[in-house]
């Protein structure tokens, strides 16, 4: 059930249910970090592997040590220019913290979500939340309460109603070696961002299919309409003469034989707005009926990164 009564949210995290949430990035599927059948729960419903450990939301930076320890000044400083938003600190975890959020590592994912009602939520609430997107594993993140509930169903009994997500791509994964920042994950904040904070960054961001970095993995965020990736859409049109097209863009429209849906992210050339939109329109596509998709590659830098990063991930290979 779609609801906004926060109430309802409440009485199932604390008996060791789960909820959709929503946050400034896309949707999250939330239970009691603090408890092993909330959790197992989570991995059960989005169908996803163990090995894939789950990121804890915290209601402010005053309860990072709660989950966290010998956190490096470095992330403090992050921390304290990024939260609330859409930043993830992978950090060295409290004792207490479950393998099953960690996946077994000796890290804790982190961050305090920026949106309103579910910040009122982790502070009536006496624990924090493991959330991972609310997605069944490998498919395009929710952006509204609606996406959620197309892919759950009554299988969720309640789905925190907060609007359509500010930002629309996940937050921007931190972790550090050596005290050093490394970027795990191109997200919501971009790297030219966190670099004027944390001077430069080390990207480390993997492609194949790893579980040390299963966030990472290739075939994620996909649609099941075959998707392709170009700088040159018209051309690659053409390869498609008998086929029903739809057309992902930046900013210009497009006609042209075949063509048969298009959606241009941001009109305004707008790369925030384009981040924003960009999963509702790939959802939109993939319920068309399409044979294929064809998504329009951004100028690689700012969120263009992230953005690209996404589509690379959805489109199918060989
Ligand atoms: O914006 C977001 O981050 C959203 C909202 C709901 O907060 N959440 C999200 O969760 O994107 P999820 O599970 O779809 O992606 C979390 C990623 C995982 O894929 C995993 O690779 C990475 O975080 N992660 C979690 N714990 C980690 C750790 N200890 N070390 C390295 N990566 C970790
Ligand atoms: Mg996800």
Known sequence: MI????????????????????????????????NETALRKIFILKNRPFYNPLIVHIRSSAYLNT?????????????????PGPLTLVLEK????????????????????????????????????????ANPFGSIS??????????????????????????????TIIGFEENQPVLYRHGSISMEEIEKVAGSVKVIVKNEHDPQAPGMLSRHYAPITTTYLT??????????????????????????????????????GNIQEAAKNLYAA?????????DLIIAERFPNEDLGRSINDRLERAIKKG
Not at 143 to 167: D, M, P, W
Not at 254 to 263: D, H, N, S
Not at 282 to 290: E, G
Request: glycine share 6%; with cysteine.
């Open 3 to 34: 609801t906004s009564n926060l109430n309802l949210a409440i009485h199932e995290l604390v008996n060791d249910g789960i909820v959709a949430i929503p946050t400034e990035t896309v949707y999250g599927l939330a239970g009691n970090a603090r």
């Open 67 to 83: 989950v966290a320890q010998n956190i490096p000044e470095i992330a403090m400083k992050l921390a304290r220019h990024f939260w």
């Open 94 to 133: 409290q004792m207490d913290i479950s393998d099953l959020v960690t996946a077994g590592k000796n890290t804790v994912a982190v961050r305090v979500p920026n949106h309103a009602l579910t910040l009122e939520l982790l502070n009536q609430l006496e624990f924090p939340l493991a959330a991972p997107s």
């Open 142 to 171: 929710p952006t509204s309460a609606q996406h959620v509930q197309n892919y759950f169903g009554k299988k969720l009994k309640v789905i925190v109603e907060g609007g359509n997500c500010e930002r629309g791509i996940e937050s």
């Open 231 to 268: 700088n040159n859409v018209p051309e690659l049109t053409k390869q498609f003469p008998q086929k029903k097209i739809g057309v992902l863009m930046f900013k210009d429209s497009i006609k042209a034989k075949g063509i048969a849906k298009v959606e241009v992210l941001s009109e305004a």
């Open 282 to 290: 790939l959802h939109r596509l993939d319920k068309a009926n399409l």
